[in-house]
C-alpha cells in the first residue's frame, strides 16, 4: 500500500518560510517601519487544516501557526507572499487574528479594515521588490495566481476597491522611484468604487507619509468593468492578458505612461 503523501509544507520549505519572516522582521526594522520586534519572539508552526484561516496568535504562549492549506492550491511563492502579509498584520499592525478585524470593522468600520490591508499588501510588495529582487510584473502573477485561487464570482464591493488600492499601491510604488533622500515613501491608495456608476470616476483617499487627500482616478464604466473582469472572470484571462490589463489601468489611473520595457516585458509573457 502506498503511503498516503503528507499534506502542507515540505520541511525545505517550511525552513524557507522561518527564514523570510527573520529577515522580513529584520528588513522591517533597518527600514524603520518598526521599531523594535524583539517581542515578536513567537514559536512558529505550519499545521494543515482544511479550515478557512490563514494565521492563528496566541499572546498567552507567544505561539503562531500558519495554515498550509493554501500551498495545496497555489504554489510556495503565493504561499509566502501570503504569509509574509499575515506577519506584517501581526508584527506591525498588531492585528494578527481574526477578531482582531472583527472589532477593527465594529469600531472604526470597514474602511479603516480596507486600509489595513492595503497597508499590509504595500510593504509585504516593497519587501519582495528590495530583498527577494521582484519587478512589477513577476509580481502581478503572483496575483493573478491569488485571483484563481480566491476566485469567487459573488464579488463583493470591499474586496475589489481593496484589491483596486493594493493595485494603486504596488504599481507606483514599482514604477515612480522615490528620491534616494527619503528612506521610505508611499502613498496608499484607498479607493471608493461608487461613483463610478453615476461619474464615471473612481474617489480615492491618498494616504502618503506626510499627510492625506483626496484625488478622483479617471476610470470610464467600460475601465471599471476591465478591471472587474480581472477579478471575477479570470478563468477567460491568460496571465498576459491579465497583467496587461492591470498594468494599463494602473497607469492611467496614475496618470503615467505604461514604461516601455514593462511593455516589453509584457509582450513576452
Ligand atoms: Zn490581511
Redesign the pocket.
Known sequence: MAKSKKRGLTKKNEDELIQTLNDFAGWLVKKKIAKNLSNIDHTVEMPFANEDWTMKVDEKNKNVSFNTFLVEKSSFKYYKMVIV??FF?LAVQRVPNKEDSTRIKDDFGEELMKLI?IE?DFFTALYFKEKLGYGLIDYLKLYYEGSRVFYDRRIRGVKLERFIGSLLSITKMFLIPVSKKEDVAWDLYLPTINPVYTEESLHVLVIRREHIYLDEIKASYQDFVDIKKCYINIDKLSVKGYVDELIKFSCRALKIEVPEKVQNEINLL
Do not use: G, W
Request: net charge negative.
Open positions: 502579509h499575515e498584520h490591508d499590509a
